[in-house]
């Protein structure tokens, strides 16, 4: 297993992970990962920038086989999947020092059990001269850990940005060679992992731009050699206005919220107004994660289930609660036999929301007339919204 070339003196020396399909036995992997961890020689020092995920040892050991010496290893990020292989480096260059933020030191200690004598800390803009090369190490708190940081490599003019700007893609493409696949790759990353903190990823990249950034080689995914692609993208997704779009999630039981949604995916499409719909028990659930970067409004569709929403409704309305989304209004469509509390416990479910509820449909047993009407008005709502934002 042989490092790749990026630029003299700096290689590739990562792995690809075709095969993995689930990522801390939570989000789906579809096109599987990559552990990218970086080779960079001056003429004084060596430094390996991150490490790869512990199922993955024999491909940067090997990789390491050949090199003589390592001084640094910078640790970005204290998660296992880029910092889980630092021991053995250690163990393979025992002159070795892990560089790290404060933080970062900390949770590696309690992570990996590093000992606190292998550890040099940077503070925000430090650097680390090489020898004809430098680093400069940029904190970048909550991207998306609050101990990350990033390295800017000079002259080369090359951001190793971890975690940020990734994407979970496994290629045989060392750089980014057909955009579309990556645009989403990298959008259902944001969705899944970033989008909570938009907010602080818009100071972050403000941080990054008097840089002069010619490449960025990000931790997951392929390198981009054109930065602007997935610069803009962020920007538009952490600070842009969201679309004129509806993501509908549901589960039916016995059909009656299944009649509801369709009527009102029909009629918003009448209007207008873009759909994406989402059946709770066979969706991948990152498909509608990405739906919630760009939706202005979400819709939840449950049947009642012991006087509470269906499980996956639950879960659904959890998973846009911790995602934070800029969606400005939510609504549901229910339908009950006796009673219950499923749109109390949807609403109290997504409190992280700034968005403004809209009045629910309630039906009982199968939709009656005057329950597709009520469907009919809540799109008639939800196009008006829309219209107010200037997004229709």
Not at 96 to 122: G, N, Q
Request: charged fraction near 20%; charge should be negative; include cysteine.
């Amino acid at each position: 297993m042989k490092a790749r070339p990026i630029r003299e003196g700096i290689c590739w020396v990562g792995a690809v992970d075709w095969d993995r399909r689930l990522f801390d036995s939570l989000i789906p992997l579809p096109d599987g990962t990559s552990y990218n961890a970086y080779l960079v020689r001056g003429q004084d020092k060596t430094v390996l920038l991150d490490a790869v995920d512990p199922t993955m040892a024999h491909e940067l050991m090997s990789k390491l086989e050949e090199t003589e010496r390592v001084d640094y290893v910078v640790a970005h990020h204290g998660e296992q999947d880029h910092s889980g292989c630092i021991p053995l480096v250690l163990d393979k260059f025992p002159g070795a020092v892990v560089v790290a933020s404060p933080k970062a030191k900390t949770f590696l200690i309690d992570l990996l059990h590093i000992p606190e004598d292998r550890f040099m800390t940077v503070e925000d803009g430090a650097t680390l001269d090489l020898g004809g090369r430098t680093i400069t190490f940029i904190h970048t708190p909550w991207v998306h850990w609050p101990e990350t940081m990033v390295s800017y490599l000079q002259p080369d003019g090359i951001l190793f940005s971890c975690d940020f700007f990734g994407s979970h893609l496994a290629t045989s493409d060392l750089y980014v060679a057909n955009e579309a696949r990556v645009y989403e790759a990298a959008k259902r990353y944001f969705a899944e992992i970033m989008m909570p903190f938009a907010n602080v990823i818009q100071k972050n990249l403000e941080k990054l731009a008097p840089y002069d950034v010619k490449m960025i080689a990000p931790s997951h995914g392929p390198i981009y050699e054109r930065p602007s692609f997935i610069v803009d993208a962020y920007r538009e997704w952490t600070s842009g206005p969201p679309a004129n779009l509806v993501a509908v999630a549901y589960v039916t039981m016995h059909g009656s919220t299944k009649v509801m949604v369709e009527r009102l995916v029909e009629a918003l499409s009448l209007r207008g107004v873009g759909v994406q719909q989402y059946e709770l028990t066979g969706t991948d659930i990152g498909k509608l994660a990405i739906s919630l970067v760009d939706a202005a409004t979400v819709v939840i569709g449950t049947p009642t289930v012991l006087a509470g929403a269906h499980p996956l409704a639950v879960n659904a309305a959890f998973l846009a609660n911790a995602l934070r989304p800029r969606v400005r209004f939510v609504s549901v469509l229910n339908s009950q036999s006796w009673g219950g509390k499923a749109v109390e416990q949807i609403a109290s479910t997504i409190t992280n929301l700034k968005a403004e509820i809209l009045e629910p449909v309630i039906c009982r047993g199968l939709p009656r007339q005057a329950d597709l009407e009520a469907v009919d008005r809540l799109a008639d709502s939800i196009a008006g919204k829309h219209r107010s934002l200037g997004l229709l």
